[in-house]
Every structure is written in structure tokens, then in C-alpha cells.
């Protein structure tokens, strides 16, 4: 089965700077990968996604990259700020599979220092 | 709507004791999933269900079991918990059975198994 994994586990970045989380995943079949946001005792949100058609996807400050031959891909944040501090899920499933199984990678916990 | 709601949101149960975890939507979705959150393990898939009298094993099934009578209803039982079971669980539903629409998420139920 598929499996994801993710770094770094925790991330410290200055206010305004960039932040740069990265997974890689297994299953060269799978070809949808989101991102969740988990604030601290809140719900996982989804902030993003991409398909293995595209190598890239872009909303406001954040970004994702997919490199399917290396089978990794990658989610940016520009000009963070605080609201940014959160937990940051990547995952990759099967589109239209009917397994539609997502499965997540174990998470990178980002801090912005003011 | 409600969204994805989740009883109880807080639980603590005796070894060997059995407890119904709650999930129920009001978004007719077809696809729900309930996952369960360790520190640094990230979101782990449990069971599934793709549609009402349907249901499938996600990563980590064992010691649970699940059932969907209706589309709005995909409670989680513990037959007879355990330490190992001591967790934040999360249910999620999206519309279709297809990966590529966002998950959503309940507010999460915290466990512990004593």
C-alpha cells in the first residue's frame, strides 16, 4: 500500500520568512495530493491540493511542487506570519480510485518567531 | 449545516470496557473515514466507507469495527479497548467516493483507555 513520508518533523522560521515542508510517497499510481492544516486543538483544513498533471500549484503565499519521477512533492509558504504556526499534513491517494483510500504523512509542526 | 459532527468529544474508558464513537453529516456525502491521531504518527486511516452498506479497512483496523446502515451515520465501536487505544479520533466525509474533493473534518474525539 501507499506510504507517505514527511519532513521535518518540527520547523522554526522567522516571521516573514519562507517555509519549505516536503514528502515523499511510494505508489507511483497515486496521483492526488493535498495539504491540511491543523491549528492547535482544531480540525484538520484542507489549504491546497494538486494533481500529477500539473508541477506546480500556486494560492496567495503558499504553494505546492510535484516531482512524479522522484515521487516527492513539496508545499512553500511565503512571507509567513503568525497565523501560521499549525501542524501541516501532506497525504496522497488515487483519484477516482475506488479505493479512495488518503493517506497522511506524519506531519511537520511549523513555529513562525516573531 | 451542521457539517460532520462527533459525540462524545472527550471519553475515559476502563481496559477492556466497550464505547461507540459517534460520527454523523448532514451534507449527504457518500464517502466517510475515521482516523486516529497519535503524536508524531499523523492521521492513520481506520476503516472507510465509500457509500451506505459499505465499508473497508484503512491502516490500522484492528481492535475496531465500524458499520453504515445510513449515509449520515458511520459510528466507530471499540469492543474491548486497550491502552494502545488511547488517541484522538478524527471522522471525516466528502461528497464522492473520489479522492479529489476536500475532506471534512469533525471537531475529534479524545480517548482514554486507562
Known amino acids: 500500500g501507499e506510504n507517505v513520508e514527511q519532513h521535518p518533523s518540527t520547523l522554526s522560521v522567522q516571521e516573514g520568512d519562507s517555509a519549505v515542508i516536503k514528502c515523499t510517497y511510494s505508489d507511483s499510481a497515486s496521483n492526488y495530493f493535498p495539504w491540511y492544516k491543523q491549528e492547535l486543538g482544531k480540525r484538520p483544513q484542507l489549504i491546497i491540493d494538486?494533481?500529477?498533471?500539473?508541477g506546480e500549484k500556486k494560492d496567495q503565499r503558499i504553494a505546492v511542487t510535484l516531482n512524479k519521477t522522484a515521487k516527492h512533492f513539496s508545499l512553500h509558504i511565503t512571507e509567513t506570519q503568525p497565523e501560521d504556526s499549525a501542524v501541516y499534513f501532506c497525504a496522497a491517494s488515487m483519484e477516482y480510485s475506488s479505493a479512495s483510500k488518503i493517506i497522511f504523512g506524519s506531519g511537520t509542526r511549523l513555529s513562525i518567531r516573531p | 449545516n451542521a457539517g460532520v459532527t462527533q459525540t462524545p468529544k472527550f471519553q475515559v474508558l476502563k481496559t477492556g470496557q466497550s464505547m461507540t464513537l459517534q460520527c454523523a453529516q448532514d451534507?449527504?456525502?457518500?464517502?466517510m473515514s475515521w482516523y486516529r491521531q497519535d503524536p508524531g504518527m499523523g492521521l492513520r486511516l481506520i476503516h472507510y466507507?465509500?457509500?451506505?452498506?459499505?465499508?473497508d479497512q484503512g491502516e490500522v483496523p484492528n481492535g475496531y469495527n465500524v458499520s453504515r446502515s445510513t449515509t449520515e451515520d458511520f459510528p466507530l465501536r471499540l469492543l474491548s479497548a486497550a491502552p494502545s487505544q488511547t488517541s484522538v479520533y478524527f471522522c471525516?466525509?466528502?461528497?464522492?467516493?473520489?479522492?479529489?474533493?476536500?475532506?471534512?473534518f469533525g471537531d475529534g474525539t479524545r480517548l482514554s483507555i486507562l
Open positions: 471525516a466525509s466528502r461528497v464522492t467516493r473520489t479522492s479529489n474533493q476536500p475532506q471534512h
Open positions: 494538486i494533481r500529477s498533471n500539473v
Open positions: 466507507s465509500v457509500g451506505a452498506g459499505i465499508t
Open positions: 451534507m449527504n456525502h457518500e464517502y
